[in-house]
């Protein structure tokens, strides 16, 4: 799967979780520039990013993803 | 919403549940809905934010509008017990409290003696008993309580479960405490998250990287079955279960078509493989009777046949089993119709179990509200329909345990009422007798199911909890009153429940309803008569009646007008409010019934 491919992906989460039809995000989002982007939904976007990508995160990584970029390399870095 | 009948997908609803709660409000707002009020207080041990938002939807889709308080993280103790003003005002009308085994405080040891255990064991529950008892006496609401689900490792392997030093022998035990307190206290309900993370997989469910990432007891994915259950025991208290259950013969009772293969030919023996899975299935409907739920039949076929099927040996449900048999060719809709007429009950408190999706659909197009769970093959027909609760009992009345027969006996008089000319004479023929008293501790269950269930004959739709109505039997500026009523065919229990409210010599009437059962049988003018002649023992002059239209309640728009009352308000809603003047002359209108009189 391409960077772009898993972008596309993890858009759609983003969509889903912020109940937003027209959001557009890139690799550069990250929670910092997001109000929305709270404890609580980052729970349910690493849940997604799991059930969607068939993975299953450490609690470290888990933890320091707080960026789009994170989450792309995260799932690089499984093979995928 | 189909995305919320069971088998629903929790991640699927965690990840939208902000689209759905928007789409949920959409189809409220279009419909017109009327939603039942409901203000939850969730007092949680672990993280509570997706317990809360999904319990919302749930409740939403079952007709609620909740408003919820939830507790800072972790504080569900120290809340409870202690003074709390945001709660207080809040003044919930149920409070869920959510622990898990993470909030267990004294654990066994290895080196404890049996004696030590036990004292642990005793002081956990303690814990929460006192707690239950400090909400008990500031907030007298409904309490669900978790009970505790199993630990996902065993120390002693099997052992654990016995040995008091296992942590699964000390969960048990435990929870057995929790059940004897909630079989002898009204309004305090188990939520059996034991069974629910059974269902799910305890290993799923205890997953710790929800623990110790976001201090989740359980895993999010999981949590909308904590919600749908939970929302189904509101469900039940609030008087919104199912009643009816309808129920398909050919192939779905029994394997087989009974008008081709004959009554022999079906599958229902005991000798094979279908056969066994017919027969579990017939006694899974069976049991249903007997915990007070109406089954009828609606099959295609000619009666003769279908008499013939439920008649042959090999079948564990008999005709006498079901409170109507409805066999002929017509479109189930219309026979579903006119089972509602027939029992008097509304159909959107039927579920309909058909193994013709065609049939299932033709249904649902065509009644609004009905349950049809969708079944697929024989072996999986009773999870399919058991998950959805849809007669979760919270309590088991004596009334619930006859009422396959009570309302036998009703079609019975209906039968009979066809043979008078004069409907009067009917109503003599069945020498009716009522009770008509103040509501005292032992009606408050019956009473407030009666007032929280019924629709149709209900004046002011007044819904009201057993704290509630336990409070308001105590006071004096309130008349509250129960009427049950029996007559030749048998007891109809308590039928009916009015309430007065007492104001500057006038007596506002907060609730007037009766069971659709005795409707049309002059109970309401007995109920009146009661209450007017309480009146004047006061010393009240006048009477004032309200009526609040609902969808379900025109039945009794007329009603204050058929007994004499005179309209003095109307606003836009087209909320009535009547006057009677009691002191001139009011004659007694029941002329049908033997009330007994007060000692």
């Known amino acids: 799967m391409s960077r772009d491919e898993i972008l596309e992906k993890i858009q759609e989460i983003f969509r889903d979780v912020f109940d937003d039809e027209q959001l557009e995000i890139d690799e550069q989002t990250n929670r910092e520039d997001f109000g929305e982007w709270d404890s609580l939904t980052h729970i349910s976007i690493v849940m997604e990013l799991m059930q969607v990508f068939n993975v299953k995160f450490t609690m470290d990584e888990a933890s320091a993803m707080n960026s789009v970029e994170k989450m792309i390399v995260a799932i690089v870095e499984r093979g995928l | ?599």
């Open chain 2, 1 to 599: 919403m189909k995305e919320l009948q069971y088998p629903f997908d929790g991640e699927y609803i965690i990840r939208k549940k902000k689209q759905i709660k928007r789409r949920l409000l959409e189809s409220v707002n279009n419909e017109k809905q009327q939603l039942t009020k409901v203000k939850i207080a969730v007092l949680g041990g672990s993280t509570t934010s997706d317990v809360v938002a999904c319990l919302e939807l749930f409740l939403l889709d079952n007709g609620f509008e909740p408003q919820f308080y939830e507790s800072d993280y972790n504080r569900y103790w120290e809340e409870a017990m202690f003074d709390n003003e945001k709660l207080s005002a809040f003044a919930p009308n149920i409070i869920y409290i959510y622990t898990t085994n993470r909030n267990i405080m004294s654990w066994p040891f290895m080196t404890d003696s049996n004696e030590q255990i036990q004292d642990k064991l005793e002081r956990e529950f303690k814990r929460f008993q006192d707690m239950w008892e400090s909400l008990e006496k500031r907030y007298q609401c409904i309490v669900i309580q978790n009970n505790m689900e199993f630990v996902d490792y065993r120390l002693l392997g099997n052992g654990d479960a016995v040995d008091c030093h296992g942590k699964i022998n000390y969960l048990q035990r435990l929870n057995a405490k929790f059940y004897e307190y909630a079989r002898a206290h009204e309004r305090f309900y188990i939520n059996d998250i034991q069974y629910l993370s059974a269902c799910y997989g305890l290993d799923k469910w205890a997953d710790r990287f929800y623990w110790f990432m976001y201090k989740y007891a359980m895993d999010i994915k999981a949590i909308p079955l904590l919600a749908d259950s939970v929302s189904k025991i509101i469900k039940s208290i609030y008087g919104k279960n199912k009643k009816v259950l309808v129920i398909d013969l050919d192939n779905t009772l029994w394997g087989g078509m009974v008008g081709e293969n004959g009554a022999d030919g079906l599958e229902m023996q005991v000798d094979t493989v279908k056969g066994q899975a017919y027969r579990e299935f017939q006694e899974y409907i069976k049991e249903q009777r007997d915990i007070g739920v109406l089954l009828c039949v609606c099959s295609k076929n000619n009666e003769q046949d279908a008499l013939e099927g439920l008649n042959s040996k090999q079948c564990i449900l008999k005709p006498d089993d079901f409170s109507a048999i409805k066999a002929n060719w017509e479109n189930k809709s219309i026979n579903i119709n006119v089972l509602s007429k027939e029992l008097t009950l509304l159909p959107e408190s039927f579920v309909f179990v058909d193994d013709n999706a065609v049939e299932r659909e033709e249904v649902r197009q065509r009644i609004s509200g009905i349950a049809i769970p969708e079944i697929s093959s024989i072996e999986n027909f009773i999870r399919e329909i058991d998950r959805n609760s849809y007669f979760e009992m919270t309590s088991l009345t004596g009334d619930d345990l006859q009422r396959a027969d009570m309302y036998k006996a009703n079609a019975r008089r209906v039968k009979e009422s066809k043979k008078f000319e004069n409907y009067e004479d009917f109503l003599l023929s069945l020498k009716m007798k009522a009770e008509i008293k103040e509501i005292s501790t032992e009606q408050v269950a019956r009473t407030v199911q009666l007032m929280n269930k019924s629709n149709q004959f209900n004046l002011t739709t007044l819904r009201m909890t057993e704290g509630e109505m336990a409070i308001i039997m105590m006071r004096e500026e309130y008349i509250a009153m129960y009427g049950s009523l029996t007559d030749c065919y048998g007891e109809n229990g308590i039928v009916s429940v009015v309430l007065g409210y007492i104001e500057d010599r006038i007596c506002h009437i907060k609730a007037f309803l009766l069971s659709c059962r005795v409707i049309k049988r002059d109970m309401e003018k007995a109920m009146l008569d009661r209450l007017v002649s309480e009146c004047c023992h006061k010393g009240i002059s006048e009477l004032r009646g309200y009526y609040y239209p609902t969808e379900k309640n025109k039945l009794v728009k007329d009603f204050y007008s058929d007994m004499g009352f005179e309209k003095i308000d109307e606003d836009t809603y087209g909320n009535t409010t009547w006057k009677l003047d009691i002191l001139r002359n009011y004659s007694n209108k029941n002329k049908v019934i033997q009330v007994e009189e007060i000692g």
